[in-house]
């Protein structure tokens, strides 16, 4: 998905337990590579949604708008046990392209909007606004 967005570059770094850290470069061929960008984040931001955003951000490709994402950067392996319960172990990190770890930190907006409840009960959307004033 990042691809679309970015004409180079790395997408995210993956780094395993005794491995050698592996890259994911971007791939040639995105539709999206120049047009304005601007990607709303919050605490639901999470796993996939972050590596996007992660890489659009410390490309310069695009400001990130709104709250500190989940912070949920890992490559975990489910094993189910015979009691119905699961097992999750974790395998690998990723980090940003400037090698910003996800996994318990999440990604800082570069522009901090809060929604409040209080916003949310009125139907307001502060960080939808503040993307658009980002534009005009």
Do not use: C
Request: hydrophobic share 35%; glycine share 10%.
């Amino acid at each position: 998905m990042a691809s679309q967005f970015l004409s180079n570059g790395v997408v995210l770094y993956e780094q395993r337990r005794d491995q050698e850290e592996k890259s994911y470069p971007v791939r040639r061929g995105g539709k999206a590579t120049d047009i304005p960008l601007v990607v709303l984040v919050n605490a639901g931001t999470a796993s996939a949604s972050e590596i996007v955003a992660g890489a659009l951000q410390d490309s310069g490709r695009g400001i990130l708008i709104g709250e500190s994402t989940f912070g949920k950067g890992s490559v975990q392996l489910v094993y189910d046990l015979s009691d119905q319960s699961s097992l999750h172990v974790t395998v690998a990190h990723w980090f940003t392209p400037n090698r910003h770890e996800i996994t318990g930190n999440g990604l800082v907006p570069d522009v901090v909007v809060p929604l409040t409840e209080e916003d949310h009960a009125q139907g307001k959307d502060p960080q939808l606004d503040r993307a658009i004033a980002y534009f005009e």
